[in-house]
């Protein structure tokens, strides 16, 4: 008894310490409790890491560029979703390919030189057709590029699966920007899980206080 108060009893020890002398503690009724209590520590081990490091390592190969909405659909998507993407609507020559926000040109001439097929995909296309096209684009890639993934809230998410049903429908190969938005799209559903555990983790640490008090208890009672 004596050796056990000399060392600090953290919380995963008194309850492996309870489990690995079970014939000593036939009278404790709780070991069912202890054993839940143990399970949920290795639970909230596995889980505890955040998901923006465990899932940004696997989409760091994928860099978004590109541009925004015409003027004249501006109001339109404002009044639709509440969460501001850019207020700059003027617009310059892209490759000759059509008017885009000026705002997106570095991030247009970028994705490009990556991706040639995007401009491609638009040859066979009117002048103002391919500046939609790419403006749909570029608003994408900006929202992925500025949004924190803490800011991924309701709104937010609405707002990029809006702006991502919209750049699908000008036929450009998006299988490598796909990733991201799903990733983006699914934070708001990570940062519950987050807050679950979290809120199953204040849990655990009160049972934990009660816990210690019947475990003193349960040692008393087992040495005199």
Same mark, same amino acid.
């Given at each position: 008894?004596?050796?056990?108060?000399?060392?600090?009893?953290?919380? %995963?020890?008194?309850?492996?310490?309870?489990?690995?002398?079970?014939?000593?503690?036939?009278? #404790?009724?709780?070991?069912?409790?202890?054993?839940?209590?143990?399970? $949920?520590?290795? /639970?909230?081990?596995?889980?505890?890491?955040?998901?923006?490091?465990?899932?940004?390592? +696997?989409?760091? %190969?994928? +860099?978004?560029?590109?541009?925004? #909405?015409?003027?004249?659909?501006?109001?339109?998507?404002?009044?639709?979703?509440?969460?501001?993407?850019?207020?700059?609507?003027? %617009?310059?020559?892209?490759?000759? /390919?059509?008017?885009?926000?000026?705002?997106?040109?570095? $991030?247009?001439?970028?994705?490009?030189?990556?991706?040639?097929?995007?401009?491609?995909?638009?040859?066979?296309?009117?002048? /103002?057709?391919?500046?939609?096209?790419?403006?749909?684009?570029?608003?994408?890639?900006?929202? $992925?590029?500025?949004?924190?993934?803490?800011?991924?809230?309701?709104?937010?998410?609405?707002?990029?699966?809006?702006?991502?049903?919209?750049? +699908?429908?000008?036929?450009?190969?998006?299988?490598?920007?796909?990733? +991201?938005?799903?990733?983006?799209?699914?934070?708001?559903?990570?940062?519950?899980?987050?807050? /679950?555990?979290?809120?199953?983790?204040?849990? #655990?640490?009160?049972? #934990? %206080?009660?816990?210690?008090?019947?475990?003193?208890?349960?040692?008393?009672?087992?040495?005199?």
């Amino acid at each position: 008894m004596e050796e056990i108060s000399k060392h600090t009893i953290h919380e %995963q020890d008194i309850v492996e310490m309870i489990l690995s002398i079970g014939k000593k503690f036939e009278r #404790i009724v709780l070991r069912g409790a202890y054993e839940d209590i143990l399970a $949920l520590f290795k /639970k909230l081990k596995k889980k505890e890491q955040s998901p923006q490091h465990y899932y940004q390592e +696997q989409y760091d %190969q994928y +860099q978004p560029s590109a541009p925004p #909405i015409p003027p004249d659909s501006a109001e339109l998507f404002d009044y639709y979703c509440s969460f501001e993407v850019h207020d700059c609507y003027e %617009q310059v020559d892209f490759e000759g /390919k059509g008017l885009v926000d000026n705002v997106y040109v570095p $991030l247009l001439e970028k994705v490009c030189n990556i991706h040639p097929s995007l401009l491609e995909c638009q040859r066979k296309r009117t002048y /103002k057709y391919s500046g939609w096209a790419f403006n749909a684009l570029g608003r994408v890639s900006h929202f $992925l590029e500025t949004t924190k993934l803490e800011e991924m809230n309701v709104d937010a998410c609405e707002c990029l699966q809006m702006l991502w049903d919209e750049v +699908q429908v000008f036929g450009f190969e998006l299988s490598w920007l796909a990733p +991201q938005v799903e990733f983006a799209l699914n934070m708001e559903k990570f940062m519950r899980e987050v807050e /679950k555990l979290e809120e199953e983790k204040k849990t #655990i640490f009160m049972r #934990i %206080q009660e816990l210690r008090m019947k475990f003193k208890e349960e040692l008393y009672f087992l040495y005199i």
